[in-house]
C-alpha cells in the first residue's frame, strides 16, 4: 500500500459507462470489462465503495418533461441504479470480489439497506460497497450521493470515471474545438464557471468536506489504478 496515494475511495459510475456503444440498458461485456479494471484496483488493497448511477435505464428529469411528477420520475430512476448495482455485484463476485450492495430504498430482498457503520465495516474487510438508490429522496443526483457518501466513509478521493472524456474542458470537446482541458481547479471555480462536472449540490458538498474530485477517461484500461498510484490524469478539483 506504500505507493497507493488514495486508500479509500468512492468511484461514481455512470449507467452510461455499463451500457456500451448501445447506450441504453445493461450490456454484459461492458460490465465484465468494468469489473475486471475495479479488481484490479482492489486486488492493491485499496478500499472501493461505488456509486452507480442509472441513465442507461431512465432519467427522471426525462420523465418529468414528458409530464410526469418530478418525484415519481425520480424514484423510478432510483430503481434503474439498483438493477445496475445488481448486475455489477453479480460480475464482481464471478470474478472473486466480495461485494455487497446497499440501497437507501429498502429491499430487503435483494439487497442490505444503506447502514454507515455497516458499510465502513464491509470497506475494512475488503468488500466493494456499492450505493444504490441514490439518496433516497427525489431531486438529488447520484453526483450528490456521490459526495454525501465519501463524506460519511471518510474517503480520501471521489473518482469520476466518464465515458470517453479525459477531464474537464471549458466546453464539451466533442462540440467544440477550441474547448480547454483543465489539469487542475478548485471546487468553488466549477461552481463559479458554471462546468458540467458535477451538480452545484455535489460541488459545495464536497467543498465544505474537503473532498477531492479526479475527473477521468474510463474507457482507457488502467485508469483508476493510475488515478489511485497517484499518476496525473484528467483533471483534479481540490481545495475552495
Not at 475511495?9 to 465484465?32: C, F, H, T, W, Y
Not at 442490505?112 to 427525489?138: C, D, N, Q, W
Not at 431531486?139 to 472524456?165: P, Q
Request: net charge neutral; no cysteine; aromatic share 4%.
Amino acid at each position: 500500500m506504500s505507493d497507493i496515494k488514495y486508500k479509500r475511495v468512492v468511484m461514481k459510475l455512470s449507467g452510461e459507462a455499463l451500457a456500451g456503444d448501445a447506450g441504453q440498458g445493461i450490456n454484459p461485456p461492458e460490465i465484465r470489462k468494468v469489473a475486471e479494471e475495479i479488481k484490479e484496483v482492489h486486488d492493491l488493497g485499496v478500499q472501493i465503495a461505488i456509486v452507480v448511477g442509472g441513465g442507461n435505464m431512465w432519467r427522471g428529469e426525462s420523465g418529468a418533461q414528458m409530464g410526469m411528477e418530478r418525484a415519481q420520475a425520480d424514484y423510478i430512476g432510483m430503481l434503474g441504479t439498483v438493477m445496475n448495482a445488481l448486475a455489477l455485484q453479480d460480475n464482481l463476485e464471478s470474478i472473486g470480489v466480495p461485494t455487497r450492495v446497499q440501497t437507501a430504498i429498502e429491499m430487503r430482498q435483494v439487497a442490505e439497506p444503506y447502514i454507515r457503520r455497516k458499510a465502513m465495516r464491509h470497506l475494512e474487510k475488503g468488500r466493494i460497497v456499492i450505493f444504490a438508490a441514490g439518496t433516497g429522496s427525489p431531486y438529488f443526483s447520484t453526483d450528490t450521493t456521490s459526495a454525501l457518501r465519501a463524506s460519511e466513509i471518510n474517503a480520501d478521493v471521489i473518482l469520476m470515471a466518464k465515458n470517453g472524456v479525459d477531464g474537464v474542458y471549458s466546453a464539451d470537446p466533442r462540440k467544440d474545438a477550441n474547448a480547454v482541458k483543465y489539469d487542475k481547479l478548485t471546487h468553488m471555480e466549477i461552481i463559479n464557471k458554471g462546468l458540467q462536472v458535477m451538480d452545484t449540490t455535489a460541488s459545495s458538498l464536497s467543498m465544505d468536506n474537503n473532498i477531492p474530485l479526479v475527473v477521468f477517461n474510463m474507457n482507457e484500461r488502467g485508469n483508476i489504478k493510475k488515478v489511485v498510484q497517484g499518476e496525473t490524469i484528467g483533471t483534479t478539483v481540490e481545495g475552495k
